[in-house]
């Protein structure tokens, strides 16, 4: 990752036109001969041609995929604020800027840590990358722990199980395998996967640290996959202290055991390691904690590189004098994966056109749209680009923590990550359409544009957790993710995408099936008219009663 301060203080201080002007005075912006053709042939109605206009800019190979951190990131976000100011919204960022600085952290193992097992006098070490794979604590770079153990099944608590009944874990470490059962839902299962959401359970009940234990029933990512991956760099959010952010930091996830590790952790338990991982090889098997003897000594260091980047933040204030005060988020994340190893072609350059320049462009085009129909919207609007999306969900997470409109005053997020519209498209998905109000506002928009909202295509990859609008819901508000359906050719469209594209360098503007231009502005049509709908409603949006999400995080109307 590259940590480039091209760009002063004074620079992101200019005003957007300007800025715009500076970037282009630069050198000239490569393009592609099938950009340059596109742009001699193409012969698009206006609002067809808008949208392709940002998507041939923040797409071209001078962007280099707009990695988060890049300075070609950081061209593209000037780009994003010069179109938010040219769309008539007020600068919502740092300072009076449209620009949010977002503080990330890279941070990667320094060495190999330490495990070991103290019982009457004997000590028991665990072998890296064979036993164990400790986990890097960005929030702490040199930490020792020494605690009892406690293992809590699958270290759940939800859903009519409670893997923690009969258990005291103040002041010790737990152990649990990971992943869900498969009779969870799936969107709920997937929330509880999570280790952080399983680091929270056990935080909320005095626990030092969280083990993930393998388990015996095949993963996507088994033990040995793990380790190979385990010096890689990952990110997080800064805080104020220069330390990375986690979301359990009196919890911290202490690493991965192995069969083989979880044997040595047990070794003399008074229910066998054995016994446990026979009962463990059937999905969804509950079972009774267990104190583990003796105590556990974990060692990590952590090093920690800054990188900064930022979220680009502009605000439509609303007209009514109440509702004004209440703020509707429309968001989708700018950055993509930048350069990576050649593809077939020997192209290296991963664009993100669909994944997520459509996105941002639906966004800038929303905001033209407002601007254009003279009557400003009842609640106000926030327009947000985030950044580190691809690593992590990391500039909308930053952006909840450090919000620049009032605590409390946000009640939606309808979110634009990644819509394909390589077909014309005869439905939509609105993932989380199913937990609020917001439901029947998206297929009231969707039946005005004549298409109907259809099921999740794509059911096994839980989209409904994995993208930015799910750290709005993790807040408490009310928020969906809008995508075109797999209706009529939509089916071999997504799954040519998701196969051919996605996260590929093919992901370009001249891929092949190509854009359908129209389909983009009728994607564009049926956002700006649930965020409308949404702006000038008597009533915000409110969870649905008794909604597992709602209840979850504490949203309006669940309880």
């Given at each position: 990752m590259r940590q480039i301060h091209y760009w002063g203080v004074s620079m992101l201080r200019l005003t957007a036109p300007l800025a715009l002007a500076v970037v282009l005075a630069g050198p000239a912006l490569a393009q592609t001969a099938a950009e340059k053709n596109a742009v001699v042939n193409a012969e698009l109605p206006a609002d067809q041609a808008a949208l392709k206009s940002h998507i041939m800019f923040l797409a071209s190979d001078a962007m280099q995929g707009r990695e988060a951190g890049s300075h070609e990131f950081d061209i593209a976000a000037q780009y994003v604020a010069s179109q938010f100011y040219a769309a008539g919204l007020k600068p919502a960022g740092d300072d009076g800027a449209y620009l949010q600085k977002v503080p990330l952290v890279s941070y990667k193992l320094d060495g190999q840590g330490s495990m070991a097992i103290a019982r009457k006098g004997a000590t028991v070490s665990l072998v890296y990358g064979e036993d164990y794979i400790p986990g890097a604590n960005p929030a702490k770079p040199s930490y020792t722990l020494t605690a009892p153990v406690v293992f809590v099944g699958y270290g759940i608590v939800g859903l009519g199980r409670d893997d923690y009944r009969g258990a005291e874990?103040?002041?010790?470490?737990?152990?649990?395998?990971?992943?869900?059962?498969?009779?969870?839902?799936?969107?709920?299962?997937?929330?509880?996967?999570?280790?952080?959401?399983?680091?929270?359970?056990?935080?909320?009940?005095?626990a030092v640290g969280y083990i993930v234990l393998e388990?015996?029933?095949?993963?996507?990512?088994?033990?040995?996959?793990?380790?190979?991956?385990?010096?890689?760099?990952?990110?997080?959010?800064?805080?104020?202290?220069?330390?990375?952010?986690?979301?359990?930091?009196?919890?911290?996830?202490l690493g991965n055991l192995s069969l083989a590790g979880a044997a040595k952790l047990f070794e003399g338990a008074k229910t066998p390691w054995a016994t446990i991982r026979k009962q463990a090889e059937v999905d969804g098997a509950t079972f009774k904690p267990v104190a583990l003897p003796g105590t556990l000594t974990f060692t990590v260091k952590t090093a920690l590189t800054p990188v900064t980047s930022y979220n680009v933040v502009g605000l439509l204030p609303g007209s009514d004098p109440t509702l004004s005060?209440?703020?509707?988020?429309?968001?989708?994340?700018?950055?993509?994966?930048?350069?990576?190893?050649?593809?077939?072609?020997?192209?290296?350059?991963?664009?993100?056109?669909?994944?997520?320049?459509v996105g941002i462009a639906s966004l800038i085009e929303e905001a033209k749209r407002f601007k254009a129909a003279g009557t400003k919207p009842r609640r106000s609007i926030l327009f947000l680009a985030v950044t580190a999306e691809e690593k992590g969900l990391l500039g909308s997470d930053y952006y909840a923590h450090h919000l620049t409109v009032p605590k409390g005053s946000i009640v939606a997020d309808v979110n634009l990550d990644m819509p394909i519209i390589t077909y014309k498209f005869e439905d939509i998905v609105v993932y989380g359409a199913e937990h609020s109000t917001l439901g029947p506002i998206a297929a009231k928009?969707?039946?005005?544009?004549?298409?109907?909202?259809?099921?999740?295509?794509?059911?096994?990859?839980?989209?409904?957790?994995?993208?930015?609008?799910?750290?709005?819901?993790?807040q408490g508000v009310p928020s969906v993710f809008l995508w075109p359906g797999a209706g009529g050719p939509g089916r071999a469209a997504i799954d040519d995408f998701m196969k051919n594209h996605y996260h590929q360098p093919s992901d370009q503007i001249d891929q092949q099936p190509a854009i359908d231009w129209e389909s983009g502005v009728r994607f564009v049509d049926v956002n700006y008219r649930i965020a409308r709908a949404i702006a000038d409603g008597d009533q915000r949006p409110l969870w649905n009663k008794g909604d597992f999400f709602g209840l979850q995080f504490d949203g309006p109307g669940a309880k």
């Open positions: 874990v103040k002041g010790k470490v737990v152990a649990f395998f990971g992943g869900a059962p498969k009779s969870f839902p799936s969107e709920e299962g997937a929330h509880f996967s999570s280790p952080a959401a399983k680091g929270e359970i056990a935080m909320k009940r005095g388990s015996p029933i095949p993963t996507r990512r088994p033990f040995a996959a793990m380790a190979a991956l385990a010096s890689r760099p990952r990110f997080t959010w800064g805080e104020a202290d220069g330390t990375g952010h986690i979301a359990t930091p009196s919890t911290p996830g005060k209440e703020v509707v988020v429309l968001s989708g994340h700018l950055d993509h994966i930048g350069v990576g190893r050649p593809d077939k072609n020997g192209d290296t350059i991963n664009n993100g056109a669909l994944d997520d320049a928009a969707a039946a005005e544009i004549g298409v109907k909202m259809s099921d999740d295509p794509l059911p096994g990859e839980n989209i409904f957790v994995r993208s930015d609008h799910y750290n709005f819901v993790k």
